[in-house]
């Protein structure tokens, strides 16, 4: 079986090569343990190997679609997580409470250390609007949610999909920990990625979004839109990001 990584929750074009490098050294943990370890990252759907006839449960039913039938510049997550091959991957707790932990391993977590939100593997969500529609805040020193309700009443919600612990799950339950729902936005856009999210509040297309810590901080250092934004609120610190495998591997080569 030809095995596949993919690091793919902050492979920012700006940062491959820095990405690319934290893979050569995970690759090389994993060869000198023994996996067949990929030389390069999977990227797209064409990087995928085929699974004719599609990706399946022990029991037989199709669970994601053939890499080789989906568009081939594009990435399935889906796909990728669900593959076969799977060797190591990044994914969200979001998809994972909803359905793909029941085919993968989750052997380790992302460090969100020296991160405005984040410290060791918990992390939270930056809320953003544009500058002078609200008061710029800090993230709490004890991981509590700070929401400014008021503020977010009546406007319009940009998050990357629903399934999304920091740009969607998140926000709606310290929501409802506060007595209120999602439908204090008067609309929902999903944009499909943390950078669009970003842009489509800084281009007026929508008025508020909740940005994971880390990618945050991806977009103030790369993107301009992030400059026309400041920080409203935060969302409560939760688990950041998990690294899974189709297979167990040792905990020590992630520690």
Not at 27 to 52: E, I, M, Q, T, Y
Request: charged share 20%; glycine share 10%.
């Amino acid at each position: 079986m030809t095995l596949v990584a993919a690091l793919p929750m902050y492979d920012w074009p700006e940062r491959r090569a820095e990405v690319d490098a934290q893979w050569a050294a995970l690759r090389d943990a994993l060869r000198s343990n023994g996996f067949d370890a990929p030389d390069f990252l999977v990227r797209r759907n064409a990087d995928l190997p085929a699974v004719p006839g599609g990706i399946k449960n022990k029991a037989g039913n199709v669970i994601a679609p053939d890499p080789a039938q989906l568009p081939p510049d594009d990435l399935d997550r889906h796909a990728l997580w669900c593959h076969p091959g799977l060797l190591f991957a990044q994914t969200c707790w979001g998809p994972l409470e909803l359905g793909l932990q029941a085919y993968v391993h989750v052997v380790g977590q992302d460090d969100y250390s020296g991160v405005d939100g984040g410290s060791g593997e918990l992390y939270s969500s930056a809320l953003v609007m544009r500058r002078g529609e609200g008061t710029p805040v800090k993230a709490p020193a004890g991981g509590e949610a700070s929401l400014p309700v008021q503020v977010m009443r009546q406007k319009r919600l940009a998050f990357n999909s629903r399934d999304s612990m920091s740009g969607y799950l998140a926000l709606q339950r310290d929501l409802e920990a506060q007595g209120e729902t999602l439908d204090l936005f008067i609309s929902h856009t999903e944009t499909g990625g943390h950078r669009n999210s970003v842009e489509a509040v800084a281009s007026g297309r929508a008025d508020i979004a909740a940005i994971d810590c880390k990618s945050w901080e991806l977009a103030q250092r790369y993107d301009e839109a992030a400059s026309a934004l400041v920080v409203v609120g935060w969302t409560g610190k939760r688990k950041g990001l998990p690294y899974i495998s189709a297979f167990e591997l040792p905990a020590h080569l992630f520690a």
